[in-house]
């Protein structure tokens, strides 16, 4: 959609989901054109808006409204999404060095992960950290194979990759696995032939590759931040990761987002 309630659309497609389920005599395309057609998109610094849901659901907590705001326009962007589920999957010197390292100078960034929502949330969220700046590059969040052409372009990039071939195999593993099948995805492909001047981030991992000389890619992205402004940012945010119970690079599970986990 072109407004980011990332969070309150899943809670619309939730209960869109257990409306399928149920007996009610009204058609799920009613619900639907229902909010895109006849809810108000909320006015910057204006009141909430709230779609209530009908009582079919399971509990208090799904039976909540949608609720649609807007900051004032002055006021720092919409961010419909919560940073503990970036930051417990990545680091903070790595969330850094992307940031301000990859992305402000205009690299190609590569998210990959087996999970879809958490990419589409590290990709927001990333980007998001950019402000008061913006992402002057192509931006694909959830890129599909019939586009992977968008990663020969010249300049800059920023896409994620849904890895549907699942977690890799450690490199002893699959060498004693003979029967094991090849990867064919999108992601496999990428690994395996990282694009010309690309960087590659691994959500499930937290590792960073890249094409050409990793240690000296890493490096000198890192040390773009001057050595005291650079220590001062990432224990600032540590601290606050520290205060809001998030351990760093430690990725919690999925609250039931994906399938499988």
């Not at 039976?63 to 002055?74: G, R, S, V």
């Amino acid at each position: 959609g072109r407004h980011p309630y990332w969070t309150e659309f899943r809670k619309f497609l939730t209960h869109l989901h257990l409306l399928s389920g149920s007996s009610s005599d009204i058609p799920l395309e009613r619900n639907v054109s229902h909010l895109l057609l006849s809810v108000p998109v909320p006015r910057p610094g204006g009141q909430c808006v709230l779609v209530p849901f009908s009582t079919m659901s399971r509990s208090a907590a799904e039976d909540e409204p949608m609720c649609l705001m807007a900051p004032p326009a002055k006021d720092l962007p919409l961010v419909d999404l919560a940073y503990d589920r970036m930051f417990a999957a990545l680091d903070v010197p790595t969330v850094v060095t992307i940031v301000l390292g990859f992305l402000c100078l205009e690299r190609k960034v590569i998210l990959i992960s087996t999970r879809q929502s958490l990419l589409l949330d590290c990709c927001e969220l990333l980007k998001s950290l950019l402000f008061p700046f913006d992402l002057c590059a192509p931006y694909v969040p959830h890129l599909t194979p019939p586009f992977t052409s968008c990663l020969e372009f010249p300049g800059a990039t920023f896409v994620g990759i849904h890895d549907t071939d699942g977690p890799q195999s450690p490199p002893q593993q699959q060498k004693k696995d003979d029967d094991a099948t090849t990867p064919t995805g999108l992601a496999a492909i990428v690994r395996t032939n990282v694009p010309e001047d690309s960087i590659v981030v691994e959500l499930d991992s937290g590792e960073i590759n890249c094409d050409g000389n990793r240690y000296e890619t890493l490096k000198a992205a890192y040390q773009i931040i001057p050595a005291g402004s650079r220590t001062l940012l990432i224990k600032e945010v540590e601290s606050l990761c520290q205060d809001a119970g998030i351990v760093p690079g430690q990725e919690p599970l999925d609250r039931g987002t994906d399938p499988g986990t």
